[in-house]
């Protein structure tokens, strides 16, 4: 009888990968009855050159461009694929292949994608982020400390001008970005030109009674047209960011969007909205830190990363892989979670921390993420008890005892807001 499948072609456990070969590592458990090997081929198969069945004619040159199954420690598997299979500069073609048809395979029960090692020469076909972190600090004039901003609370339901209000009081307080949330876009209660205009306003006030720079992650996801014209409504009025839901967006209009911005001489704040849908489940889907780094690639300038403290799940390890993944030169490998990667030329991006944070908080962050981070308290200074400007006060307070090596009880001796925060919340962690 004919051999049927041939999977088994697609594993070599002694195969040593070519520095230019992209390297998968996932995580993957075989259905009952089959083998760990027998599970791997069928991954390294689906992903790149193979098929269900043997097939008859197949040029000789082929096997050149088989993915290959190269290390199993558990159920962690390494897979390794020729660099003739990715068209440069695409990333959708990319997640097509390595996280395309392979996690719908009755040959596996559960597969979750954590990392890739993207070999140089790919690389350099993403253009990345178009400011660096010392760049973004740089047209903010901020040094020293994290970048710090929140969302006026509840994410929605505000009027444009009840938002622009709340967001003077932020900025006032010392913050220097006020945010809108995921699922504020052109609503009708607050049309999107209305809050660019009215926040524009209000910012100026801010910026010249504080004589601090203050600008505004504003919402423009919608269509990829819809969002350019939104990014020229908000470049008109002075903004320095335009603010997009990533993942639901997609890949291909991020890219799109950072061709856009790049030419208004913006940059881009990615909130990560969906993604729970694919990388909470810790035995499936597709990992935090991977997602994090393609938007890197591809060329965001700051994504939402977790608190490992706050209301969303997310641990401290979690935060730390994705922290390196966006800051470091050169990311370092951490066994059965991160590979190895050199970045090139390729700038660096802020880790975003945002989720049920508060001034009582602000230390276990930092703690955390160190300085160069974009912190987002929102619920927590505007449920403070004397208002928004006390607890955007609280937190900077908060983030300068820290950064002085004082507890945040010695700085509530000298700083009103901080002692009345910490009366309320103290350092409790929400869920």
Not at 322 to 349: N, Y
Not at 410 to 426: D, I, P, Y
Request: with cysteine.
């Amino acid at each position: 009888m004919a051999k049927i499948d041939w999977y088994d072609q697609f594993v070599d456990l002694d195969y040593t990968p070519d520095r230019n070969e992209l390297q998968v590592l996932f995580h993957f458990e075989p259905p009952q009855g089959m083998s760990r090997k027998e599970s791997a081929g069928r991954i390294a198969s689906e992903s790149s050159t193979g098929t269900w069945t043997t097939l008859t004619n197949i040029p000789e040159r082929m096997k050149g461009l088989q993915a290959t199954a190269f290390e199993m420690d558990g159920n962690l598997l390494k897979v390794s694929y020729p660099l003739d299979l990715w068209e440069m500069g695409n990333i959708c073609q990319l997640l097509s292949g390595i996280a395309g048809n392979i996690f719908g395979m009755k040959g596996v029960d559960n597969l979750r994608l954590i990392d890739a090692r993207i070999p140089a020469k790919y690389l350099s076909s993403f253009k990345g982020p178009n400011y660096s972190m010392k760049g973004i600090r740089r047209m903010m004039k901020i040094e020293g400390r994290p970048l710090t901003g929140a969302v006026p609370k509840p994410k929605i339901g505000f009027s444009a001008l009840e938002h622009a209000k709340v967001g003077y009081e932020t900025w006032m307080g010392g913050f220097d970005f006020v945010k809108d949330d995921e699922n504020l876009s052109s609503l009708r209660f607050n049309k999107f030109e209305k809050r660019v205009e009215l926040l524009s306003r209000y910012r100026g006030r801010a910026e010249d009674r504080t004589g601090s720079i203050k600008d505004a992650f504003i919402n423009i996801t919608a269509d990829v047209d819809e969002m350019k014209r939104r990014a020229d409504i908000l470049h008109e009025n002075g903004f320095r960011y335009a603010m997009v839901d990533v993942v639901i967006v997609g890949h291909s209009a991020v890219q799109s969007i950072r061709e856009h911005t790049r030419d208004l001489g913006m940059a881009i704040h990615a909130h990560r909205a969906m993604h729970a849908a694919f990388d909470r489940d810790p035995r499936h889907g597709i990992t935090m830190q991977f997602l994090a780094k393609t938007m890197r690639m591809i060329g965001v300038n700051q994504i939402h990363s977790g608190t490992a403290v706050g209301k969303l799940v997310g641990s401290k390890d979690e935060v730390l892989s994705i922290a390196d993944v966006l800051r470091e030169s050169i990311t370092r490998e951490r066994p059965g979670v991160l590979m190895e990667q050199d970045w090139g030329s390729i700038k660096s991006a802020f880790p975003v921390s945002s989720g049920g944070l508060h001034p009582g908080l602000v230390p276990d962050v930092m703690d955390i993420y160190g300085i160069d981070l974009v912190l987002l308290v929102s619920g927590g200074i505007h449920g403070h008890p004397n208002g928004t400007r006390a607890g955007a006060k609280a937190t900077m307070q908060a983030v300068e005892a820290w950064m002085d090596g004082e507890t945040l009880e010695e700085r509530a001796r000298t700083g009103q807001e901080l002692s009345k925060a910490l009366e309320k919340w103290g350092h409790h962690k929400p869920r």
